[in-house]
Every structure is written in structure tokens, then in C-alpha cells.
């Protein structure tokens, strides 16, 4: 079963994600919650009569309420660089303390922090928010980004800022003859289209270091018809891949039988119409088996098909991949 979304933005990957390495560097009052909370990769939680110090527990950011003129904002440092295909301001379990509007600013800092002379640029203007609920807005930039401001009208309290886009990497530096994992989200690879993913989302297969747990990782139901399960993953930049990684960490009774995964190099087209060609693409690593909560690697059977942009990883018949690693180096296009 495919994943419902409630907006088509939500299949791009979340550049505010904690597990990337995105964190909260500066916030004017979080006296309430800790403005990293919302940046947490898992749904956001109620408590029912847990109290800190300063209040009421709150899975989220939350400041306090102002008694002087202005409004209270966080920024963001992303864990890699992207361009915003939409964003969702979740105010889940704030109803009489979310702010009544809230807008989104970013930068680009080639190096380090934003400044006092850091230009900004609003990539959302003021949106109404109501408590308690998901605020989905559309953006259409290809410009990356590497910072972000969210500003809340006058304060109040955000569950999750999810940031959905495009990772961005500059290619020109990277040398040619440096072996890097061209998945990896950090790297700019992007999980495009599943058959299913009941359980896990796609794109955490593509998460930096290990999976925490198996809702960290990418999970298909059980499978009751012929068939096998699949998800395309497009790399960050063309290269020839020399050495995969397929780690089960976590699933146990749940692991694939085997796997194997088709390549090709892509150029243009849109995910539906690569979804349907991936069926004929070229074989890169032929089936393998899989053992439970462990990582496998392979080498010496990956086939020399050059310069691929796209791969198809096949599990047989169904169930959990914690990661997934295609080291190579990068081609000059």
C-alpha cells in the first residue's frame, strides 16, 4: 500500500530534520520548550499532567507570552543545503497557546552563520495558523538554501516545522577520484517512488549513520499477492558505483529474503514516467540474500555499467531496510 500524503510535497525529503543534522542556532525566547523539539523526526506527543519548572510540558517549541512589542523567531541551521518544494507548520496539541500567524524567511551562507548584515528572503509571507492543526503551503524555488528564520506572531508554540525540498550540493569541488556515498541524503540522493511503504517512509534509508529503530528505517507490509517490493532512489550526481551497503538493522523477523537493485543513467522525464521505466533497466547488483539485523555489502558482484543517475532496489517479497549505501565516484558531466 502506498503512503497517503497530505500534500504531494511531503515524497521530497524533510531538509529540517533533526537526523540530518538540522538544529535550532538561535531562538529569542523558548522559555516554555526547547525549540529543537520541533525539529524531531517523529510525530509530536501529548503528555497528559506532565509539568516541568517553567510549565506544561510541550512536545514543541513553545516562548512565552510577550508583554511588549514585537514577535519571537528561531533560526535554523539545515543540515544540508536545499531548495523548499513546501513546508507544513504543525501546531498539534497547542490550541490556546499557538501563535496566530507565523511566516518563513532563508539564506544562503557559503560559509558559517548568518550575520546582522545576512540578507533575507522571505520564502512565505504571514499565513494565518489555527491550534491544533497542519498548515501545508506549496513553494516553487530552485534557489538552495542553507539557513532558515521562523517567525511567529507575537509568540506561542510550534509541534513540528517540517521543510520539504531538494538537498543541494556543490559538485565543482569534490574531486573525481574521491569514493563517496552517492545516496546519501547529505549528499543530494533522494528517494523518488515506492510501491509501498506501510510502515517507514522511503527516504529514511538514505539517513545519515545507522537506524535507531525500526520506524527508522523503510518497511513494506506483508505482502499477499505475487511480486516483489521496490523503491527508486536518484543520486545525488552521476557515478559509477563500486561497493553497496544494505542494511537490516532492527528487523528481525521482518528482513527481506533477498534483494537486488537495477541502474541507469536518467536524462530527463518526469518520477512517473521514471517509475515505469525503471521496470527495463539494467541489472547492477543481481539477487542476494539478506540476513536479519545485520549490513551487507557487496563488491565483487556489482556489474560495470558506467555512469548511472538512478537505481531500483528490489526486495524479495517484502519488509524492512534500515539504509541503504552506493559508494562510487562521481562522474564529470
Not at 502506498?2 to 523558548?30: M, Q, S, W
Request: net charge negative.
Amino acid at each position: 500500500m502506498k503512503r497517503t500524503y497530505n500534500a504531494p510535497f511531503e515524497k521530497y525529503l524533510n531538509l529540517a530534520d533533526a537526523r540530518l543534522g538540522t538544529r535550532v542556532i538561535h531562538v529569542t525566547d523558548d522559555w516554555f520548550a526547547e525549540a529543537n523539539r520541533m525539529l524531531k523526526p517523529h510525530e509530536p506527543e501529548w503528555k497528559e499532567g506532565v509539568y516541568d519548572d517553567n510549565g506544561k510540558w510541550m512536545d514543541g517549541w513553545e516562548s512565552r507570552r510577550k508583554r511588549f512589542e514585537g514577535y519571537d523567531y528561531a533560526i535554523v541551521k539545515l543540515g544540508v543545503p536545499g531548495s523548499i518544494k513546501g513546508v507544513d507548520i504543525d501546531t498539534r496539541y497547542f490550541t490556546g497557546n499557538y501563535p496566530p500567524s507565523a511566516s518563513l524567511e532563508a539564506c544562503f551562507c557559503t560559509e558559517g552563520d548568518p550575520t546582522a548584515s545576512t540578507e533575507w528572503v522571505e520564502v512565505l509571507s504571514a499565513v494565518e495558523l489555527q491550534g491544533n492543526s497542519h498548515h501545508y503551503h506549496a513553494l516553487n524555488g530552485d534557489r538552495p538554501w542553507t539557513h532558515l528564520r521562523l517567525n511567529i506572531y507575537p509568540d506561542g508554540g510550534v509541534a513540528r516545522l517540517r521543510v520539504y525540498g531538494i538537498p543541494y550540493r556543490d559538485w565543482s569541488t569534490h574531486a573525481t577520484d574521491q569514493v563517496i556515498d552517492l545516496a546519501a541524503a547529505l549528499n543530494g540522493g533522494r528517494a523518488l517512488a515506492c510501491n509501498d511503504e506501510h510502515y517507514g517512509r522511503m527516504s529514511n534509508i538514505l539517513n545519515p549513520g545507522r537506524a535507531e529503530s525500526m520506524a527508522d528505517g523503510w518497511e513494506t507490509a506483508r505482502r499477499r499477492t505475487p511480486g516483489n517490493d521496490w523503491v527508486i532512489v536518484a543520486l545525488g550526481h552521476p557515478g559509477e558505483i563500486e561497493r553497496i551497503v544494505v542494511d537490516t538493522l532492527h528487523f528481525k523477523g521482518n528482513y527481506p529474503d533477498s534483494c537486488s537493485i537495477q541502474a541507469a543513467y536518467v536524462q530527463g522525464g518526469t518520477d512517473n514516467q521514471i517509475e515505469t521505466q525503471s521496470l527495463y533497466w539494467r541489472e547492477l547488483l543481481p539477487s542476494q540474500k539478506l540476513q536479519m539485523h545485520q549490513e551487507h555489502e557487496f563488491s565483487e558482484q556489482i556489474k560495470a555499467l558506467g555512469p548511472v543517475t538512478h537505481i531500483r532496489l528490489n526486495i524479495f517479497p517484502d519488509g524492512g531496510v534500515s539504509r541503504l549505501r552506493l559508494f562510487g565516484r562521481i562522474a564529470r558531466t
